[in-house]
């Protein structure tokens, strides 16, 4: 037995071929999950299950395989209003996605997910984060994306009037970078 805590609800969670196990299972609208036998209220044990990604998952052995599920769904689909037939994610409030209380969580189309996920405080910083390493690597380039194409269309052109010396001295690079981009081998991946 376990202790409960204020305000908790308990409602009883099924899922495919659960009535093939020994145990039944109860999920709580503060996010937690147990299992019981025959009484909830003697035998009742918390489970903890593990995290993939953040999110707190409960895996289960049914006769020959192994099934699982996501604590968050699992008591969305109990505690939280039936959802339209476009919104088929839960979300965060918080974005701490350790918090699985059902005041919590809201159904979400994949656009609010999206917009929500804008205001994510570790979406922000991997965001900062590769902004900061994009600037930091295009520190060594002497090119920008539109000199190279500008490049590139010269180079293309057969009456052209410039040299590659001269397109090098233009552009503030040696002549072994225009021939290199002539060839694809720098900036290959930019095309005309």
């Known amino acids: 037995m376990f202790e409960h805590l204020p305000n908790e609800k308990w409602?009883?969670?099924?899922?495919?071929?659960?009535?093939?196990?020994?145990?039944?299972?109860?999920?709580?609208?503060?996010?937690?999950?147990?299992?019981?036998?025959?009484?909830?209220?003697?035998?009742?044990?918390l489970l903890k299950g593990s995290a993939i990604e953040g999110y707190r998952i409960i895996r289960l052995k049914v006769k020959d395989s192994y099934t699982h599920f996501l604590l968050h769904r699992a008591v969305g689909e109990l505690f939280l209003k039936k959802p339209k037939a476009n919104e088929k994610f839960i979300i965060h409030l918080n974005h701490n996605k350790k918090d699985n209380r059902a005041e919590n969580l809201k159904w979400a189309t994949q656009e609010e997910v999206i917009e929500h996920n804008k205001n994510n405080p570790r979406v922000?910083?991997?965001?900062?984060?590769?902004?900061q390493r994009t600037s930091e690597l295009k520190k060594g380039l002497k090119l920008t994306l539109a000199q190279v194409k500008d490049i590139k269309k010269m180079l293309?052109?057969?009456?052209?009037?410039?040299?590659?010396?001269?397109?090098?001295?233009?552009?503030?690079?040696?002549?072994?970078?225009?021939?290199?981009i002539k060839r694809g081998e720098n900036w290959g991946h930019v095309k005309v």
């Open 11 to 45: 409602r009883q969670f099924s899922f495919t071929n659960s009535d093939a196990l020994q145990k039944k299972y109860m999920v709580s609208n503060m996010g937690r999950i147990a299992s019981f036998t025959t009484n909830f209220k003697k035998d009742g044990t």
């Open 124 to 131: 922000k910083a991997a965001r900062k984060k590769l902004l």
């Open 156 to 180: 293309a052109n057969p009456k052209r009037k410039l040299t590659y010396k001269q397109l090098a001295e233009k552009y503030g690079v040696s002549e072994m970078a225009i021939t290199r």
